[in-house]
Structures are given as C-alpha cells and as structure tokens.
C-alpha cells in the first residue's frame, strides 16, 4: 500500500469537483507515516536539533525499527489494543514513535503537553484511563505526582539523555532494549480508534476527542493548499508542540505521508533568532508558525539580510490574522505566501487558502478544503444561511476522516456537537457568494491567547482552590501580540487585594494547568455579576472591560 492524498484537478473548482476519500479498507498509521515508502533508501524522515548543538537524523526506516521495538516493549507491560498511552515529551524523537508504536499495536495515544501542571495532567490520564504514559525527563516529576490519582495507570516510562531514570518509572531505553526490531501491525481501518486529544471547553472540565487512523490523512488537503501544493519536495518546522493537532496534523505527520523530512527541536519558550537560524540551518521551506510567533518573528529587522533562508510558504491558524502579517512576508521575506487555515480539535483543517488557486482575502481564513463540505448553518434546525449571512461554522458528517468520532466518555455532549448530517464548530460566521470563509466569534467563552484555546472556567476552578479568594471571573481581553490574554476579575475574601495575591495565584494556576493559561492580568473587585442561580456572567465582565478602554 503506497497510497497519497492528491488534489487532481487544475483549478480550486475541478478539485473539488473531483476529490473522493478513497482510503484502502486495511489503513493504518504507522503503515501509512513509515512504512509505505522505500524501506532500502535512505530517505531522511526527522533532522532532530538540541539547543546544546547536537544534531541527529532519522530515516522512516529507522523510526520504524524503533517504534517495533517499544511496541514490542508495551504490549510485555500489558498494552493491548485499545489502550490509552499518554505522551508528555516536546519535539524529541521519542514523542511520534511512541504515538507510532501504540498505533502498530491498535492502541490509543493521548497527546500532553509538556506545559501542563499537575491538575491539567491528572484528568486527562485518569479521565482517559491510560494505562501507561511516556513523559520526558523534565517533566516526569510532575507526572508521577498526578499518577497519584490515576488508578489505572501502571507504567511510567521516562526519556532521559543519560538513560538513567527516577525511582517510579522505567527509562525508555532500558524499556525498548534488546526487544525485536519487528512487529506486525495490527489490522485496522480509518475508522480504528487511534488518538484522543483533549479539548479546553468553556464551561466544565476539558473533554477527549476520539479520533481514527484516518484523522492525519483527512489533514493532507489542506496541507496541500496552504503550501502550494509542493509537497513531494521541501524541508518541514513548525515551533508549536508536538502535543497540539496544529503541530501534529498541520505539519509533522502529513509531511511523513508524504514521505517529507521534518526539523524537531525542543525549544520552549518561542525565540525568534533561533526560529530564523534553524530554518536558515536545515533549509526549511514550508512552516506552520502561530500568529504570536509570526508577530515575534515581525521584531528581527532584515531577516533576508540576516539569514540566508529557503522559506517558501508559512501556514497559520488560531486566529485570523492582519493584514500587516502577510504585507510583511511579502516585503521582508522576498515573496514568502502566508496562508491562514481553520479547524478545531474537533475537526481540523476545514478551510484554508492556496495562493496558486485564489487570492488570500485578508480577514478571512480562506475557502472550504476538497473532501470538507464546509457551510454556515441554523444551529437550531441544520439549514444553510444564506451567502453573508451569520451562523454556525458545520461541517458535514459523510465519510469525512477529520471529524471526531466521540467525546470520550461523554455521549450527551458528542450528541450536542451534531445537528443532522452537520458536526457544529461552536463558532459563528459567515460565508460570501464567492465561497470566502468569514470568522466573527466563538458562541461560548473560549478563550483564544497565543493560539492555544483556553476554557476559562477551568481557570476559574483553580483560583478558587486559593483560600484567599472568594468568588472569580475570567475572560480574554484583546493584546496585539498574543490576540488574547486572559484577564481574572477576582473577590478576595479579606475584601481586598494584594500583588503578593496576584503572583499566588498567578503561580497557582502555572503549576495546576498550563505555563500558558494563568491570568496575565487581575483585577480585584468587592462583587462580580452573577445569574439568579449563582453563575459568573462572563457577558457583563466583558462589557465592563470594553467601557474601561
């Protein structure tokens, strides 16, 4: 099986026209990222980068013998097809061949970042029910604390440099050596249950959305468009985590099924010099860089000066984005196309632009994907708007491999996300007569801040495990480099605030969530607006910051 995604078709129309999911009926991952192409050749699949200089190469063949080894590592630990394997590692080699040796198996990866804190890893594992969980060396320790309250986890396998490992855990070489560089894949479909990926809702705790084997293939259309359709050829980067489907689906495994080699490098916080001096080393034409990075980017002065890159084409998403973004690729970067995209964990990749087919509209995230049939509808009777019309971003349900198969665990919430043969997006747009996709705002209060989606009220859960708040309200306020921030309007219970209150909580919600989700902003108030039954009107908070500007 050497089966690709191709756009056939010599305009957007034709593509269209013509395209048809036609996914053979034994597909598989791992079959499809490795090991369809050339197993004798020496094609790179990953350059890997280290901040400390060093430099390693992957063939597909050898991510292949290495993701057979730990596969036949797993299933000795017990994993069988079906189970959940958690993954907390950045952009390290360990990250996709674990995901790869639990899809040889049949069993479910979970993606985690490595910016979580302990309550934000603790759900996920004990609400998925992993079984066992691969996390690196820097992360490991608040791993095993969140273990604590996870009973069905009982393996802890620990990527370490030094292949030396912690008391509670397994070092991931010591676990895959000497095991067989061989292994049978599984037999499965696209419709197998491959990956569960954890959303930030509005209101209640993030929920799992199950996908199949075929969700990465579902993204190669676009992938196609928003570069250009040159994606046989050309060096793939991308600094967002290997933990987010805007890493994972916009660039790392659609670039394998394609047979293209990736740059993985463990950054962390985002630094421009270094995003410019890796794309100038390893030749990289083709990046998927969120907006706050591309505005970071925007800082350096003369970067074609500077650097002597090979950039092609850049895709983004997250949030629309201005027009001075693509006027500066345009004029720094001698031509570079900026290409905005769209999806949601949910379903990802559902609209984009291709500049070869039709002009990017600044403002709007472009045109409905081949194989995406994208509509604004009625969220109440699943009938289309008409053209300029608001509604609700739905895509239909058909064979199409991108659409979640279920929030795990919840059918009353996946029921909700259905109308008709329409999966619903939660987000509010238009569409124009000439089929431009127009984002005006979610439906709910989903937070969108350096392109990660943040659900307040899970924020507001951990400030209020602080003894010395009373009541909270959080919402995003508008901030040029990020989009959003988040802002908490906070009750203390002595009637008063303090900054020393500020930074606890500040430290509270980094160390129980995400790096990324603790309020950059807090304002203390002596009351918050709330409903007759005792909720936080987020409504009234934001009308309240938009009369203070």
């Not at 491999?401 to 919840?410: A, L, T």
Request: glycine share 8%; with cysteine; charged share 25%.
């Amino acid at each position: 099986m050497a089966w690709t995604v191709s756009l056939d078709g010599g305009t957007y129309e034709e593509a269209r026209a013509s395209f048809a999911w036609d996914l053979p009926d034994d597909y598989n991952l791992a079959h499809d990222l490795l090991r369809k192409h050339d197993q004798s050749s020496d094609r790179i699949a990953l350059y890997q980068a280290y901040p400390d200089g060093r430099r390693e190469t992957y063939t597909f063949e050898e991510l292949d013998r290495y993701s057979s080894q730990l596969a036949n590592a797993l299933e000795k630990r017990g994993i069988e097809r079906g189970d959940r394997v958690g993954v907390v590692v950045p952009q390290k080699p360990s990250n996709p061949i674990t995901h790869l040796a639990c899809w040889k198996i049949g069993a479910v990866s979970l993606p985690l970042s490595v910016l979580f804190g302990d309550e934000s890893l603790r759900h996920r594992l004990d609400d998925s029910g992993a079984k066992a969980v691969v996390a690196d060396t820097t992360v490991v320790e608040t791993v095993v604390s969140a273990a604590t309250n996870c009973p069905a986890l009982e393996t802890i396998v620990e990527v370490t440099d030094d292949d030396l490992a912690s008391e509670a855990t397994t070092s991931f070489s010591a676990l895959v050596e000497g095991e067989s560089e061989e292994y049978e894949i599984a037999e499965t479909t696209a419709e197998t249950p491959a990956i569960i990926m954890y959303t930030s809702g509005s209101t209640g705790p993030p929920k799992g959305a199950l996908h199949g084997h075929g969700v990465w293939v579902g993204h190669c259309p676009a992938f196609s468009m928003y570069f250009e359709r040159r994606v046989h050829e050309g060096v793939y980067w991308t600094p967002a985590d290997w933990a987010w489907i805007g890493a994972l689906g916009d660039l790392l495994f659609p670039a394998w099924h394609y047979g293209r080699p990736v740059v993985g490098y463990p950054m962390g916080k985002f630094d421009p010099e270094t995003a410019f001096s890796l794309m100038e080393e390893f030749e990289v034409t083709n990046a998927f860089v969120p907006p706050t990075a591309i505005r970071m980017l925007m800082g350096i002065e003369d970067p074609r000066v500077k650097y002597d890159l090979s950039l092609r084409a850049v895709c983004s998403g997250g949030e629309p984005l201005t027009p001075e973004i693509l006027d500066w690729a345009d004029e720094e970067l001698s031509g570079v196309v900026v290409n905005e995209l769209y999806g949601q964990t949910e379903a990802n990749l559902l609209v984009t632009n291709c500049q070869e087919w039709f002009s990017a509209h600044p403002g709007s995230m472009g045109k409905a994907v081949p194989g995406h049939d994208v509509a604004v509808i009625d969220p109440e009777t699943g009938e289309e708007r008409p053209a300029g019309e608001t509604g609700e971003i739905a895509v239909r349900h058909g064979d199409d491999p991108v659409i979640f198969q279920e929030y795990w665990n919840q059918p009353e919430k996946t029921a909700n996300a259905t109308i008709g043969e329409w999966h619903l997006t939660g987000d509010l747009g238009t569409v124009d007569e000439s089929g431009y996709v127009w984002f005006k705002s979610r439906d709910d209060d989903l937070i969108l801040t350096s392109g990660y989606r943040v659900g307040p009220g899970e924020v507001e859960r951990t400030v209020l495990e602080h003894a010395g708040v009373e009541q909270v309200g959080v919402i995003g306020i508008a901030d040029e480099t990020r989009g959003e921030i988040i802002k908490a309007f906070v009750q203390p219970i002595s009637g008063s605030g303090s900054s020393e209150l500020k930074e606890e909580i500040r430290d509270l919600v980094r160390d129980q969530l995400a790096k990324y989700e603790y309020p950059r902003e807090i304002e203390f108030v002596e009351q918050l607006p709330q409903t007759t039954t005792g909720k936080i009107q987020r409504r009234k908070l934001r009308e309240h910051e938009q009369g203070s500007e």
